[in-house]
């Protein structure tokens, strides 16, 4: 995995599948794998927000954790 902060602000992610597959499995056991009393202040994000990041990283690559190496 590559991460670099770029000039503007933003961060950038260079990812394998395996990679993008594990961060994905995270996230999916944050939303759904338990329940956490303020699941904000526990996560740093709302809810909407994080599943929508999972929505883009499960939607980007149908294959599963292992086809890219």
Do not use: W
């Not at 939607?59 to 599963?64: D, K, L």
Request: hydrophobic share 40%.
């Amino acid at each position: 995995m590559i991460v670099e902060k770029l000039a503007n602000g933003q961060v950038e992610i260079v990812a394998t599948e395996s990679e993008r597959y594990i961060i994905a499995q995270c996230l999916n056991e944050c939303c759904n794998g338990f329940k956490l009393a303020d699941f904000e202040a526990r996560i740093g994000a709302g809810r909407p927000h994080v599943e929508e990041l999972l929505d883009k990283l499960t939607a980007m690559y149908p294959s599963r954790v292992g086809q890219d190496e």
